[in-house]
């Protein structure tokens, strides 16, 4: 597949003309301060204690990065648990990413303090700030190890080192609508470029029994983007909710993550996500349903990663290839 190829977005049809899925990649299911009262990482605390056990590979981080690519997906952004990577690490991993798409990745880390920003920003497109509750007195109590006043000084170094911006906000932690007036100050205070918003999915061993529903979600993002007309808005839908793709675009997202996508690739939630995006009268960029015929090895070679490197991506690229042609 070259550059070129069909799968290219072109930012200024966003939220108009085009969409597509995002998928976030995961390195590691560590974190060294487990406590947002909603998040899947507080619920296995006490299963996870080093760093060591719960971290992916290069070459299994590689090959879905490859996956990504091949079905043109964006990379919603890297993301792990607070502590989990050591910066010259992280470096590997992204550079290897850099070389496979071609593009600087989205950092959703945890604070990131300037030093070790400076030294992975030429990989960087942006960091991400977890504001994930926009109802400050209840996020004190559910997320009491991510300050904003981290967030606000970690965007302040993405500032000098001319990074972009982005939050996250699940909703359904015990904000009301009320509370849109903190969110849209917080996007005008920091400049951000991009919100991902999820809906609220309880976990097991977690305080949360009930989600948002639809209506609510959807509230929240149109009023987003009424508000910000320019602002890249991503929207996460789980495999049950795949049904509201249609309205999740018309209320104004740009793109869709979240979907489990390696798991549901031609099942019927991503049938669901292609038809959402036709229904709401986008072209859907990429693919969820038909894996493309890609040399996966010559993409590699190209791409400039020596034999021994690439042979051990593809063994793991093989693995997942096999699981979405299943
Ligand atoms: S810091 Fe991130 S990974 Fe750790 S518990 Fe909170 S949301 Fe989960």
């Known amino acids: 597949m070259d550059k ?21 990649i995961f390195i590691s299911w560590y974190c060294a301060k487990p406590t947002c009262k909603f998040c899947y990482m507080y619920s296995i605390k006490d299963q996870i ?3 060591m056990m719960a971290r992916r590979r290069l070459e299994s981080i590689l090959a879905e990065a490859l996956i990504t690519k091949i079905c043109g997906w964006e990379i919603g952004f890297v993301s792990a648990g607070i502590g989990s990577w050591k910066t010259t690490e992280l470096k590997e991993v992204l550079e ?13 880390l945890g604070f990131m303090p300037e030093s070790q920003l400076t030294e992975l920003a030429p990989w960087i497109e ?16 559910i997320v009491p190890d991510k300050p904003i006043d981290k967030i606000d000084e970690m965007f302040g170094y993405a500032d000098k080192l001319k990074l972009k911006k982005s939050i996250t906000i699940i909703i359904g932690l ?29 976990h097991e061993s977690t305080v949360y029994t009930e989600g948002p529903s639809t209506e609510y979600y959807l509230k929240w993002i149109n009023m987003t983007r009424l508000s910000f007309p320019d602002l890249q808005i991503i929207a996460g839908s789980w495999p049950d909710k795949t049904s509201e793709i249609e309205h999740l675009l018309t209320a104004g997202a740009d793109a869709i993550t979240k979907l489990p996508a390696i798991k549901y690739f031609g099942k019927k939630p991503a049938v669901e996500i292609e038809e959402g995006a036709k229904k709401a009268g986008r072209k859907f960029i990429g693919t969820l349903t038909k894996y493309p015929k890609v040399d ?31």
């Open 126 to 141: 942006g960091v991400t700030g977890t504001v994930e509750c926009p109802r400050l007195d209840i996020r004190e109590d």
């Open 96 to 108: 290897g990413i850099k070389k496979i798409t071609g593009k600087k990745t989205w950092l959703n």
């Open 49 to 51: 204690k080093t760093p």
């Open 174 to 202: 015990g904000e009301t609508i009320d509370d849109f007036k903190v969110l849209s100050g917080m996007i005008e205070k920091w400049k951000i470029h991009r919100i991902n918003f999820y809906r609220l999915v309880p």
């Open 4 to 24: 070129d190829n069909e799968y290219s977005i072109n930012p200024s049809e966003s939220h108009t003309k085009t969409t597509w899925f995002e998928r976030a």
């Open 296 to 326: 996966a090895k010559r993409l590699l070679y190209d791409a400039g990663f020596d034999e021994n490197i690439a042979a051990r991506i593809l063994e793991k690229y093989e693995r997942y290839r096999r699981k979405l042609e299943r």
